[in-house]
């Protein structure tokens, strides 16, 4: 007797003289209706709201209690028969524990500020659209939003032809760097595979998930060459042409050269012309048959381009902040000469996550390859990127941006930057345990060090204390405390002075700060301090032998 299942045929359509019966989808009426969409969609961001307000913390994070992941993946169910709205987004709104609450002046731990309202409305009405950004007759004018950007910046640098990509962070951004580099060095690279002596050289003070770019690329992370940064904190003269020169030798080409435009710690940006002339040199010096590619990782140095446009602002400021931004400026002299350059709107241009954009002096999206212009129904974004499914969000929340600031608003927001800055560095300086590490940084992050007491020195290495103080903090913080969400650096500095030394980071976001919330902020670090002194000195509180985790920058 056979064992198979007998499945009756069931027609999926009944057939009947002058009609057709289908099977009706039971919640199509309270998903898919078409009243009032706007309203039906507020209501159910109250429902998380309001629910969110029970997590509601005065803290720089959501309070959070520790889980062990697979045990809570494995015990995810769903229902059924599903479940209303309210219950799966109050359900959801736990998604925010131990998450960042970029509203808080304590929020300090990354460039992570909270967003202008126009921006955030801007890419929720995508959403609410669901736009896609793949092509212009499927995404709408999403991709003519995009190009005015991407324009409008490249103009800043010298580009009038700039075209740019929308994507979802800074490393992205340089995704796209090293495949327009290697597609350049190597044009049948995408259907022979990448030749095995191309390197791809960047500094040592660089964003760290470059070789893990090379990685994903298919290059190989060993490709990427660190090149020394000297004392000036960005790649000198000597060093880059002696790296060039020592690749060469080994039978390598130079696909491209990263620069730094500006970084989380101290500001390492290279001078651009510097590296043009350099470049240039080396060229005619080796008889090189090949140009590098040039590409400013300037996701966060990208502010400063508002004043390449307009720097008469600079003469009605106070010298020294001033003087630190004509230093970043002069830095930017070379720009019309690179290929390309990173933005990270959602860094500081007052954007949700993510809104980023790779913009490139030759990347010919709007323009047929005799130059004319495309129109309406031609571009094709898919042409260009990794994704097929692009979502117009960061576009949006872009545009907005651009247009509700204008130049002196984005001017502004940097000159607020700084200047919150400076009084964190003047007030932390007052006190005789404090130590500023980054004093000349043209950037607003703020590094400092604490000395232990004597009690507590004896105890432990100052190494050790100060990862434990980021451990303590980040406990603290984790519970919801109201205590400042600090960042931790091991060995600051070392790549251009003689010794390093750990120390704590503050991001100030937040430019509206007055005098008395940055002394609130700087006593609250303090105090914490002195406690976790405390504790140490009475053995207390129990030092892990487990390294401390570094914090992503």
């Not at 970029?102 to 801007?122: G, Y």
């Not at 019309?336 to 996550?353: E, R, T």
């Not at 109201?482 to 503050?506: A, D, M, N, R, V």
Request: proline share 4%.
């Amino acid at each position: 007797m056979s064992n198979a299942i007998k499945i009756s045929k069931i027609p999926a359509l009944n057939i009947h003289t002058e009609e057709k019966t289908v099977h009706p989808f039971h919640y199509s009426s309270e998903f898919f209706s078409d009243e009032k969409p706007l309203n039906s969609w507020v209501n159910r961001i109250e429902y998380f709201r309001d629910a969110a307000t029970s997590l509601h913390s005065y803290g720089p994070k959501y309070q959070n209690n520790a889980f062990v992941y697979e045990k809570e993946i494995e015990d995810f169910q769903i229902s059924y028969n599903g479940e209303d709205s309210k219950t799966v987004l109050t359900e959801l709104s736990h998604i925010l524990e131990g998450g960042i609450r970029s509203q808080s002046s304590q929020a300090v731990f990354n460039m992570v500020p909270q967003p202008l309202m126009d921006t955030q409305a801007a890419a929720a009405a995508m959403q609410l659209y669901n736009v896609n950004a793949i092509m212009d007759t499927y995404g709408g004018k999403a991709l003519l939003y995009e190009q005015q950007v991407a324009r409008l910046l490249g103009k800043w640098v010298g580009w009038s032809k700039a075209n740019g990509l929308a994507c979802n962070g800074g490393k992205i951004t340089l995704l796209y760097a090293i495949k327009s580099a290697i597609k350049r060095m190597a044009p049948d690279s995408d259907k022979l595979g990448i030749p095995k002596d191309i390197v791809i050289l960047t500094s040592e003070g660089a964003h760290y998930s470059i070789e893990h770019c090379c990685e994903f690329l298919g290059l190989g992370s060993n490709q990427c060459i660190r090149i020394p940064v000297d004392a000036s904190k960005g790649v000198s003269h000597f060093n880059l042409q002696d790296t060039i020169r020592k690749q060469h030798n080994a039978g390598k080409r130079i696909a491209a050269i990263l620069c730094c435009g500006g970084t989380t710690l101290d500001f390492v940006c290279d001078d651009t012309q510097s590296i043009v002339d350099s470049v240039h040199s080396i060229k005619k010096d080796l008889n090189l048959e090949y140009t590098p590619y040039l590409h400013f990782d300037s996701v966060i140095g990208w502010l400063w381009f508002s004043f390449l446009s307009d720097s008469t602002r600079l003469e009605t400021l106070p010298l020294p902040i001033a003087s630190k931004i004509q230093k970043a400026l002069d830095k930017f002299k070379g720009l019309q000469h690179f290929d390309s350059f990173g933005v990270d709107f959602h860094k500081n241009g007052l954007c949700p996550y993510a809104s980023s954009f790779f913009i490139a002096k030759d990347l010919p999206i709007t323009r047929h390859n005799n130059g004319a212009s495309k129109s309406y129904g031609e571009v094709r974004a898919f042409d260009f990127t990794f994704e097929n499914s692009r979502p117009a969000s960061g576009i949006a929340s872009a545009w907005v941006s651009l247009k509700r600031l204008g130049i002196k608003g984005l001017q502004e927001y940097l000159i607020s930057l700084l200047e919150v800055s400076d009084q964190f560095k003047f007030i932390l300086s007052s006190h005789a345990n404090v130590t500023l590490l980054n004093n000349d940084s043209l950037g607003w992050e703020v590094i400092f060090s604490l000395e232990p007491s004597l009690s507590v020195s004896q105890l432990y290495s100052k190494d050790v204390i100060s990862e434990d103080f980021y451990r303590y903090v980040t406990e603290l913080t984790q519970n919801g405390q109201p205590i400042p969400s600090i960042s931790i650096i091991k060995q600051f500095g070392e790549l251009y002075k003689s010794e390093g030394e750990t120390g704590y980071i503050l991001y100030p976001m937040h430019p509206n700060l007055k005098i008395k919330d940055i002394e609130k902020i700087v006593g609250s670090i303090l105090n914490s301090y002195e406690k976790h002194q405390q504790l140490l000195s009475k053995k207390a509180r129990q030092i892990s032998d487990k390294p401390v985790a570094l914090p992503i920058r």
